[in-house]
């Protein structure tokens, strides 16, 4: 696979998020939130590593790590802390999401065919 510039974007975003989210372990410790950031790892690697079993279900992998992303956005909707505060979680929260749109942007941009 030769990676393009989309490619590039969805690997700056996606390690993007899933640092931000790993970042918060020493806050909360094996929360469901940083645990969010080995599952974009994972993802990532899937989506990207040449492992067989991936790259002949690329389109499966791409529909997995958009629906993903979509289901993170939309639970911070529902259940985050959405008082921006610097320094804190809540601020760390807005960052990841700012990330993960621009991930959600480089995904489509890379839609399978």
């Known amino acids: 696979m030769s990676l393009t510039g989309k490619h590039y974007g969805i690997l700056l975003f996606g390690l993007a998020t899933a640092l931000l989210h790993l970042s918060l372990?020493?806050?909360m410790g094996f929360d469901p939130i940083?645990?969010?950031g080995l599952g974009y790892l994972a993802l990532l690697g899937a989506y990207f590593l040449p492992i067989p079993?991936?790259?002949e279900r690329r389109n499966l992998v791409w529909w997995a790590l958009l629906g993903y992303t979509v289901l993170t956005f939309v639970l911070w909707i529902l259940l985050g802390d959405k008082n921006f505060v610097p320094g804190t979680s809540s601020a760390t929260g807005y960052y990841a999401?700012?990330?993960e749109l621009f991930l959600i942007a480089f995904l489509l941009a890379d839609r399978p065919r």
């Open 25 to 27: 372990f020493p806050q």
């Open 34 to 36: 940083v645990l969010n």
């Open 53 to 55: 079993f991936f790259q």
């Open 97 to 99: 999401k700012t990330a």
